[in-house]
């Protein structure tokens, strides 16, 4: 780092510094990540132009400048992060010099209050009128403010009137069917803020009001002394920077012709437009709120109040609510849910049933259901052809219910039964199917029930028959077992019962065994050799 020629004051006097050529130190660089703050000081013991990381030196020294400096790579190709001047010019183009930018920069801060301006309000039926004490205010220098009394003749400013800016009135009694800043009609509860103007002369001192940017037809909630939608304007005018300061926010309650305060905020001291989240135009603020404090309510009926609940989340996520290009009713919604479960989940279900793909029946649905003796007046589900399959309701009697009867034999229970019209019973035919198995060994399946099984291999042929765990043949189930082969057949049977011949049983060529199962684990067994 280069410096020009100083002037140092040091305590010895004026020290003029002669950096021609200009003086240099190096400075410590820090990371791109973790940047170095450097400390530039002419020493005033060596005369010599001094950096340090820690801070200024405790012995005498005139401040240079502090250079927030990261890498030196980065810095001399794009910068150091900060480079703060301590020095001041003599005069600057227009001849201002150190003391004259210090003023203007105080001039741009806001006043500040000292002491006094107390607030008084009086309020009552048509009484609304403000008083405020003798205070002391800084521009740069103390400045008296004086006393107000609106009861006494003084005056208010209404800055924000919506018809007319700094209205000037004798009291707020106009309030009363008054609007608020953007024009709306003030309802029961609404927030004021009162402050002060300080000038050179008392004279020229004011005391003046902001409207708020709403107001509230109720204080439920204390949300109108909370101020639940920001509604309160703290901001002053930029016109008034360095002569404006804060005095106080009153919550007020017109009930009939008859004003209250409800609450007195003493803003003394505090800092317009930062101070109790105000702004300009009232509101202002963050973007995010907590679940337990924002609130919608409807604009007629406020006891009526939408919530948000994020506890529900999972920790560190957040959640997007995407609006749908449409009006929505979540209350139809909610109905529509509800219908739809109603029907996904009752036992019984009215309307139509429509839908390009097949209505699947669950066989849990009906399992465990009470078997019950159908009537000519009972309805069933139909498919009609007629109209491309579609499900309809017929009457049994439409069937010929009163001709049905259970199949002898047909399986009991919920998993199905097997019903025959006597009128229409088909001539029986023989429809057995024939199979051939061509090795030395088989072991029955249900693929053979009710059926002819043709054994050709030329050697003795071994035929397992199966116990009922292994596979369940549904009693009464019938096999013909045929030999065509030189070796004929021979059965083996573990844990059955055969009826009819040994637990061993055989047949020779062109001979055939007849078997019917008649219990879970029995068979007869006829034909063959015994």
């Known amino acids: 780092m280069s410096v020009p020629a100083v002037n140092a004051t040091e305590s010895a006097g004026i020290y003029n510094w002669d950096t021609t050529p ?37 012995t005498e020294h005139a401040r240079i400048a502090t250079v927030l400096c990261q890498t030196a790579v980065s810095a001399q190709t794009d910068g150091v992060y900060k480079t703060h001047a301590w020095t001041d010019h003599t005069a600057s183009s227009d001849g201002q010099g150190h003391l004259g930018h210090l003023n203007a920069w105080i001039r741009q801060q806001p006043a500040s209050w000292v002491s006094g301006a107390v607030l008084t309000p009086t309020v009552g039926a048509s009484v609304f009128d403000l008083a405020t004490t003798q205070g002391t205010v800084l521009q740069l220098h103390d400045h008296a403010f004086p006393a107000f009394d609106t009861a006494a003749g003084s005056e208010l400013l209404i800055v924000n009137d919506s018809v007319a800016a700094f209205a000037r009135v004798g009291d707020l009694t106009g309030l009363d069917g008054g609007l608020d800043a953007d024009g709306v009609a003030l309802g029961n509860f609404y927030n004021l ?3 002060g103007v300080v000038s050179e002369d008392t004279v020229d001192c004011q005391l003046m009001v902001n409207l708020p940017s709403g107001s509230y037809a ?12 920001r509604t309160a304007i703290f901001a002053i005018p930029s016109e008034f920077t360095g002569t404006g300061f804060l005095i106080a926010r009153l ?35 963050g973007s995010e709120f907590n679940d337990d404090v924002f609130r919608v309510r409807d604009n007629l ?16 996520t957040t959640r997007t609510i995407t609006m749908a290009d449409a009006d929505v009713d979540l209350g139809a919604t909610v109905a529509a849910v509800a219908l739809n479960t109603a029907k ?23 399992t ?34 009163d001709n049905f009867v259970q199949q002898t034999g047909a399986p009991t229970g919920d998993s199905g039964l097997l019903w025959f019209d006597t009128d229409a019973i088909p001539t029986p035919q ?3 199917p024939t199979t051939t198995e061509t090795g030395t060994t088989h072991t029955l399946g249900l693929v053979n029930g009710w059926s002819t099984v043709v054994y050709s291999n030329a050697a003795a042929v071994t035929v397992t028959v199966p116990t009922n765990a292994s596979v369940a043949f549904p009693v009464e189930t019938t096999m013909l077992l045929v030999a065509a082969g030189a070796g004929g057949i021979s059965l083996t049977t573990t844990s059955l019962t055969l009826i009819g011949s040994s637990p061993s049983v055989g047949c020779a060529q062109n001979e055939a065994l007849w078997l019917r199962k008649v219990g879970t684990d029995t068979w007869i067994v006829l034909g063959g050799t015994v």
């Open 22 to 58: 200009a003086d240099s130190v190096a400075l410590t660089a820090g990371t791109d990540t973790v940047p170095t703050l450097n400390y530039v000081f002419l020493l005033q013991s060596t005369k010599t132009l001094t950096v340090s990381t820690s801070g200024w030196p405790a």
């Open 193 to 195: 803020v009162v402050w």
């Open 218 to 229: 109720n204080n439920a909630g204390d949300k109108a002394t909370l101020d639940d939608d």
């Open 251 to 285: 919550t007020v309650q017109l009930s009939g012709a008859t004003f209250v305060i409800v609450q007195q905020e003493d803003l003394r001291g505090l800092t317009p437009s930062s101070s109790a989240g105000g702004g300009s135009t009232g509101g202002g603020g």
């Open 301 to 316: 009926d406020e006891s009526k109040q939408v919530a948000f609940q994020a506890s529900g989340l999972t920790t560190a």
């Open 344 to 366: 996904v989940t009752n036992a019984t279900h009215t309307g139509d049933v429509t839908g390009d793909t097949a209505l699947t029946l669950d066989a849990t649905a009906i």
């Open 368 to 401: 465990g259901q009470t078997l019950v003796t159908a009537d000519v007046l009972d309805h069933v589900v139909i498919a009609d052809a007629s109209d491309g399959g579609a499900l309809k309701k017929a009457l049994v009697s439409d069937l010929g219910a």
């Open 430 to 432: 023989n429809v057995e």
